[in-house]
């Protein structure tokens, strides 16, 4: 019989338990399983490489709005062509990691498959980690297109309808089907392509509330899965809140969001001190990703710094408006809205 007691370091094997975490993580990640977000091979082979960013140059669309020729018999008379534009996205890589240093943990796994339990717990960890840097960085994005910064040919709060206003007042400043409407408007004709609709579980209780959630059936016949006006509805409560009672609606096309996920050198290890706990010993374990999320039609614009910018708003980061720019001159070829809404009063 085996003495002991079972430790990290017996139960983690690397190449059985990062590829079980990874997949795990992203069969959890709420925008990936929803279609708003789709793998990306090109974004998988640049994290393979060297680099923190990657240029994607991109032809943009013909300009519609270009007068055509009309055509004459006069020899004399020729046409000058048009050229088709140039533009260079830009994607970022995020290298992160985290540990976990606990004797108590496994214990709490002595379960039949106790790797199959940790990694399950390591999984859902980084699937709301990726969620929350998805959601910085989106959050940035809608930054600079608020700003609308000289160079960029949009207008301001083109993906956005905000009636948050100054103060709640019921059935104005809260979730309603006006305020929906308005933000698929600003696809314009491209509004069909909108299929999804992520917010927080304040917002789909208002919706609720008012009757404007329907249910369609799931692969087992139950009607289980959340609609509005025919769009699947995904509940995140990381969406962004920016004051208290306000809460921001987002609205994506299937795809909107490409991602790629890499892997580092040693994803994952575990260090065994035996003299640590006064001889007790203690282990640690180490897990690190790789990944990269693109919204085509923008490009990142900061200095990252090593290992990648964070979630924050700040210079470089994800959420900050500086750190995006949009490259695509068609409002139509960014599949994403947001609408902003008070849904209570605030004492």
């Known amino acids: 019989m085996t003495t ?28 990936i399983t929803s279609g708003a977000m789709v793998a990306d091979p090109l974004l998988d082979n640049f994290l393979a490489g060297a680099g923190l960013t990657v240029n994607m140059p991109k032809l943009n669309g013909l300009d519609r709005q270009d007068v055509e020729n009309v055509s004459s018999d006069d020899p004399t008379v020729f046409s000058t062509p048009n050229k088709p ?7 970022v890589r995020l290298s992160r990691n985290n540990s976990w240093s606990q004797m108590d943990l496994v214990r709490s796994l002595m379960a039949a498959d106790p ?100 249910f369609r059936l799931d692969s087992e016949a139950q009607p289980t899965i959340p609609t509005y006006m025919g769009k699947d ?67 990142y614009v900061g200095t990252p710094p090593n290992g990648g910018p964070t979630n924050a708003a700040t210079t470089n980061n994800l959420a900050s408006a500086t750190s995006w720019t949009r490259i695509a001159k068609d409002r139509r070829q960014i599949p994403i809205a947001r609408i902003v809404t008070r849904e209570f009063a605030v004492a």
């Open 4 to 31: 002991g007691v079972l430790r990290l370091s017996d139960v983690i094997v690397p190449s059985i338990f990062v590829p079980m975490t990874r997949r795990l993580a992203v069969e959890r990640t709420a925008l």
């Open 85 to 91: 534009g140039m533009g260079s996205e830009i994607a």
């Open 115 to 214: 790797l199959a339990a940790l990694a399950n717990d390591v999984a859902q960890y980084w699937a709301y980690r990726r969620q929350r840097a998805v959601i910085a960085q989106v959050s940035g994005i809608f930054a600079d297109n608020a700003a609308a910064p000289s160079g960029q040919e949009h207008v301001a709060n083109d993906m956005t309808r905000d009636i948050s206003g100054s103060s709640y007042t019921a059935g104005v400043t809260d979730f309603n089907g006006g305020a929906f409407i308005d933000a698929l408007v600003t696809m314009g004709d491209a509004m069909g392509g909108i299929a999804l609709v992520a917010m927080h579980s304040i917002v789909y209780a208002s919706a609720l509330k008012k009757n404007l959630i329907q």
């Open 233 to 299: 509805v995904t509940l995140d409560d990381s969406m962004p809140t920016p004051s208290a009672g306000v809460f921001e609606t987002w609205l994506f096309g299937r795809g909107a969001i490409t991602y790629g996920t890499g892997s580092p050198d040693v994803p994952n290890e575990v260090l065994r001190i035996p003299g640590a706990g006064n001889g007790g010993g203690q282990e640690t374990m180490w897990d690190r990703v790789e990944w990269a999320h693109h919204v085509p039609g923008t490009a």
